[in-house]
């Protein structure tokens, strides 16, 4: 397959890009990558970066960012950064993307964790994650041409423990390869509107 993938350089997207390598020719997409460059929080860089990379059979997308503020501190500006980076990012990259995919193509988006379990300082990442699950359901229904949509919710990645750990006193930390599975899952299997919760 030929595989639109947005977000490569963070801990679940490297180890996603490499397992999808070794298969499938993978275009890899990003602020600074190395293979297309997009902006996922503008809608002209997302129809720049379709028109580029051409047709093709799978979108995936480990991008997105919500911060991490807590509750006293947070202002509605915080949570409308969250919004248009991981939530109308990653819409913005379905609604427009499905008229380059090919028949029987599949997105794949990336939620999380937050939306079933809480943490603190993360009712910003909590909104958007709980919104692309129902995105995904709800868009399931209406993509045609035997597209399929389904986002990965990851727990807390065992190789970003050492370093955000901390912020998650209590969670298990979620071996890579099993990440790594849900996205080869929602890829490369038949499943569509599912939300593949892996969070220990």
Do not use: C, W
């Not at 809608?43 to 051409?54: F, H, N, P, R």
């Not at 913005?92 to 997105?107: A, E, I, M, T, W």
């Not at 099993?178 to 929602?186: E, F, G, H, P, T």
């Amino acid at each position: 397959m030929k595989i639109l993938m947005i977000g490569t350089t963070g801990a679940i997207g490297m180890k996603v890009r490499e397992a999808l390598l070794e298969r499938h020719e993978v275009i890899a997409a990003g602020r600074s990558s190395r293979d297309v460059r997009v902006d996922i929080t503008d809608e002209a860089s997302i129809d720049q970066l379709y028109k580029t990379v051409g047709n093709i059979d799978a979108v995936v997308v480990t991008a997105g960012s919500s911060g991490m503020k807590s509750f006293q501190q947070l202002h509605a500006e915080d949570v409308m950064e969250a919004i248009h980076s991981k939530l109308m990012g990653q819409v913005n990259v379905v609604l427009k993307g499905q008229h380059y995919l090919n028949n029987n193509g599949s997105f794949t988006l990336t939620s999380g964790i937050l939306a079933d379990e809480a943490a603190r300082d993360t009712v910003a990442g909590a909104i958007v994650s709980g919104a692309v699950n129902s995105f995904v359901m709800a868009a399931a229904t209406e993509l045609q041409r035997g597209i399929r949509i389904n986002a990965v919710s990851p727990g807390l990645a065992e190789d970003s423990a050492g370093a955000i750990g901390h912020l998650f006193p209590g969670f298990n930390p979620v071996p890579m390869q099993r990440l790594v599975n849900a996205y080869l899952r929602s890829i490369e299997g038949l499943v569509t509107g599912q939300v593949l919760r892996v969070h220990e």
